[in-house]
């Protein structure tokens, strides 16, 4: 199976992310973020994207209600900017006609998950598993295992897909290999540094490393 993380590896979510970032700092009167800035602060969940652009983070005695602010705008406009990256759904068609086994696993609560994975991979990628009260954020494998477990895998050789210093240490911790992505929020010079185990750059790099029976 393909274990793929969502933002920043299926889709581009980075612009509907800092607009509502950008929305709750300046509803409290906080300075705002740019591009850049959020794309350095993704990666480990959006309380923790919150709690990077504010003055002590959680600590700050308004995180709780900064938070909310941005959960409430992003849950109302969480696609509105957001698309596949170029080539990811070309890849997942050819995925699906191999009959590989795929899902998403992410840091985002699991309602935001599943909706995105509903409006664009509907028909291609049939479980998606984000943050419950009971399946904790990457890097603990908890979303990792809970998905090879809804699509019975785990006699399979599953692969992890994602593009952060979350997702290798999320595959490393789940005993999967990863494999890094250089098209989302890090750079390919920024894996590097990490040790990915193995990079691709495109979408359908990622069929050399896809055994033709599973």
């Keep these: 199976m393909i274990i793929f993380d969502l933002d920043g590896t299926l889709l581009n979510t980075a612009k509907d992310l800092e607009i ?3 929305y709750a700092l300046k509803e409290h009167n906080l ?3 740019n591009e850049q800035e959020t794309l350095s602060l993704l990666g480990n969940g959006i309380d923790m994207l919150v709690a990077g652009a504010i003055p002590n983070g959680k600590s700050n005695p308004k995180f709780s209600e900064i938070f909310a602010t941005f ?3 992003y849950s109302e406009h ?3 900017n957001t698309v596949p990256y170029e080539g990811i759904i070309p890849l997942l068609k050819v995925l699906q006609q191999k009959g590989i086994k795929m899902g998403i696993v992410s840091n985002k609560f699991d309602e935001g ?4 994975a509903k ?3 509907s028909g291609l990628i049939n479980h998606a598993q984000g943050v419950t009260d009971t399946v904790k954020k990457k890097p603990a494998p908890d979303a990792v295992f809970a998905l090879i477990k809804a699509q019975h895998a785990e ?3 599953n692969i992890y897909v994602g593009d952060s210093e979350v997702d290798i ?3 490393n911790n789940a005993g999967v290999p990863c494999i890094s992505v250089s098209w989302g929020f890090r750079s390919k010079t920024t894996l590097q540094h990490l040790k990915a185990q193995t990079i691709i750059d495109k979408p359908e790099d990622l069929l050399k490393f896809i055994p033709t029976k599973q």
């Design 20 to 22: 509502a970032l950008n």
């Design 31 to 33: 300075p705002l973020k």
């Design 71 to 73: 959960k409430s705008y």
């Design 78 to 80: 969480l696609n509105d």
């Design 113 to 116: 998950v599943k909706a995105l």
């Design 119 to 121: 409006k664009f991979f």
């Design 155 to 157: 006699q399979e050789a």
């Design 169 to 171: 240490a999320t595959a």
